[in-house]
């Protein structure tokens, strides 16, 4: 059976990359403006139409839409979208080139945030209806509520302007073109665009959490423990387990939220991830880049989705029985 | 319960020896590899530190697909720049002349520098350039689209021969964007420009490239370069996104100096400590443009009305570090005696002459102020924002004057912003009123009033303007060399222009920099550079004597 759900799921999963793909495909080619349109006019020169023709030509633009698609398709599966307009290099490789430095803070703000949002959520639960609990929400909200730009640049004009223990931004120091690249000096340049993300990670997991908790302690069983004389931290112990089983599904979808927000992160750091490149390449409409970007946050989602869905069973036997 | 414990084991691994191979494509994991110093055995502290504000500004790929003026990369060259006051320098150009129609361009090259590889620099070079990117339909070859063939009777000497006639042709090699010349024995080799990467980009110009890291690029100086050697160990161009970044750079030492900043943000910087804001005037000039073919602008007495209705003063100062511009379209500050005397002061601000201009046109105030045209409807303008204009938010500043003045007028005024720059075109070619704003450089000699004409490519100018003794002169200044025939046809042109009324001249703007007093001095003294990143300034600082 549960290798029926496996193929079941992987099939599931290649149908959504395929129609996320063609999606991401039309509203690139959809969105106003093209790069080298941008780049002439930016100087305030009329571009000749013979340029532009070129250009198009060499990038296989001038051919129908379907024949574009089919091009798109046959190196979506392998990211070979083409060579980026901006940069002049394949896409494929730049983004190989920045995803090392994306994930350098892109995982431990996942794990920091899901641990402190776990942590949080099942002690505000346990506080419900408290001071401690009601300043808590207030707080999430209002981390929630404000742009992981701005808590960015808040960020570096306190602990690295005003107080500055931590660097401006960049991941290194000038030291490297001498030296080398330090793992210190790359670690201490990760603290704060690494807790920026974090930052923005932890509410919602917190919500969830709490909410979660609330609703299983609400149980039969619960009240059944507690009737038996059963110390309250058991009690919670034995509601954690079953609270934790939504904020593992939720913790997929959060990784889509932490790749829009580590765009934000790495352009206001200066960060060389794909976050950065995104930002420049929506800017100069650089599509190889946009598609290569895209395609890679589908695949990410879609894996982290149908990992989720895998492990769950495995996690609750009830789910596996049902199933069954 | 194993299973799901050796599942999770096994997870773990696989992401694990995932996390290893993409971090490995960083270097991290190959950490502390001693790397070679500079030969000259300069230290970091001696190099200037320059901010881009993105990965894209540091020579990705190579040099011919990449955009921008010669001066901006620093280790190539063009052939000539151009200063402010319209004066050019030569780079590996010694000298050089027309012919009588400005049609054939000859130009003598210097006979001692060396691509950074220790290769002669010839005329080949300067031939190869033109054919190769043409051949490759490289995107900047346009700047060369006027070119028809570049031929070489000897090693130093070039000769472009021009499809029409262009007396301004060195302009239009030196700057907006202007275009170097760059090693054919290096790009010969090269089958595919727009997908080579390029791993030591080798010119002639007073700086050479050194070594990179993600977000970094240092070059050194060139030991043997032909012209005025650079006084600095080097320049570390290094990645800072935003404006606001870079000011705490600069404010906290990261960084030597910063330039384009908002007019703001410089006025806070003047107090700083160790800070110094200077300004490079007459960068940028803003004006009020009419589409003369669509409702109400084609009406001639309607424009001449609302050129009384530009408070150049108040939009001066709420812009900051600019000045009005009294003249038609050429910029005072940079055109020098290009500009005729005659036509100066013209648009004065003056709210009851502009009433009484739109009374002659037909115009009406109803019961309620507002003002009803001919065609006996309200008169509301949509105004597309966008471009060069909205760069530092420029046009908002001026359309919040000029609604004031227009609501004076009774005219009403919406504002559409697009930041897109084609779809802002698309929307400038159906609005009767837009603004604009063009670098100096295009506001500097009487060829540039051919912006008012049929351009050379046969398309309709922006403004949608035809007038047939204009045209006329616009060809004879196109095929006249000498200067002062220029000047007078120059001065025939603005007239029409005066009269006329495609477009209203606002203000011109000054472009603001800020470099740390307490490491590098004489920024100053480079009088025709744009900003900091150019290599007329950076050939002229130096470190900031201990004593001094």
Known sequence: MYWNYLVKRLAISIITFFIAACIIFLLLRTMPGDFVSNLVLSFGNTLPQETVEAFYRANGLDRPLHAQLVTFFSGAFTFNTGTSFLYGVPAGGLIADRIGWTLLLLIPAAVFSLF???????????????????????????VRAIPSYWWGTMAILFFAFLIPFFPLGGYTSLTVLDSGLSIQDVLWHAALPVVVLTLVGI?????????????????????????????????????????????????????????????????????????????????????????????????????????????????????????? | MRKPLLVALVAIVCIIIVLVSLLHGTGILSASTTKVQSSQGASLEDYVVLPVDSPSSLITGNIMTQKGAPTGSLIYEGLV?????????????????????????????????????????????????????????????????????????????????????????????????????YPAHIFKDVSDPASWVDPDPIGTGPFVFQDREPGLFRMQANPSYHGEESEIAGVILKVVSG???????????????????????????????????????????YELAFNTQVYPADNPLFRKAISHAVDRDRISTLLG?????????????????????????????????AEELLHDAGFGKDASGSLIGPDGKAVELTMPLGGKGAIGGADEKIVTIFREDLARLGIGLKTVAYDNEKEYRKAMSTAPVFIDAM???????????????????GDENYYRYHNPGYDALAQDVRNTTDRESRKETGYLMQEILARDIPTVPICSTDTVAAYRTDRFRGWEEAVDANGVVDMRVLTVIRPVDASS
């Open chain 1, 116 to 142: 402190i949002g776990v942590l949080l959520g099942v002690w505000s639960s346990w506080k419900q209806g408290s001071g401690t609990d009601s300043s808590l929400l207030a707080f999430m909200m209002a």
């Open chain 1, 203 to 324: 509410p919602g997991t917190y919500y969830l959490m709490r909410n979660s908790m609330i609703h299983t302690l609400q149980e039969d069983y619960i009240l059944f423990a507690r009737a038996r004389g059963l110390p309250e931290t058991r009690v919670v112990r034995h509601a954690f387990r079953c609270a934790l089983l939504p904020v593992i599904t939720m913790s997929a979808l959060q990784i889509a939220g932490l790749i829009m927000g580590s765009v934000f992160v790495e352009t206001v750091f200066s960060w060389p991830g794909v976050g950065l490149l995104t930002t420049e390449a929506l800017q100069n409409r650089d599509l190889p880049v946009l598609e290569a970007i895209f395609l890679l946050d589908t695949v990410a989602i879609i894996v982290a989705n149908l990992v989720v869905d895998l492990s769950y069973p495995l996690l609750d036997p009830r789910v596996k029985r049902y199933g069954e």
């Open chain 2, 439 to 457: 670098p100096s450089g295009l506001h500097d000699d009487p060829d540039d009033l051919v912006n008012f004409a049929y351009t050379p490519l």
């Open chain 2, 81 to 181: 720049t151009k200063g402010r006051t319209g004066d050019y320098t030569g780079w590996l150009a010694d000298s050089w002349e027309s012919s009588g129609d400005g049609s054939t361009w000859t130009f003598h090259l210097v006979r001692n520098a060396r691509w950074h590889d220790g290769v002669p620099f010839t005329s080949e070079d300067v031939k190869f350039t033109h054919d190769y990117m043409k051949a490759n339909n490289l995107p900047m070859a346009f700047v060369l689209s006027d070119v028809e063939s570049v031929e070489c009777p000897d090693q130093y000497t070039a000769v472009f021969r021009l499809s029409h006639p262009y007396p301004v042709f060195p302009d239009r090699l030196a700057q907006s964007p202007g275009i170097g010349v």
């Open chain 2, 321 to 353: 570090y600019a000045r009005p511009n009294p003249t038609t379209f050429l910029i005072p500050g940079v055109a020098g005696d290009f500009v005729n005397p005659d036509i100066t002061g013209l648009y004065g601000y003056n709210i009851p002459l």
């Open chain 2, 243 to 285: 404006i606001d970044n870079q000011v705490l750079a600069l404010k906290k030492g990261d960084i030597d100096a910063v330039s384009s900043l908002p007019a703001a943000v410089g006025m806070s910087l003047a107090n700083e400590e160790n800070i110094k804001v200077y300004t490079i005037p007459d960068t940028t000039g």
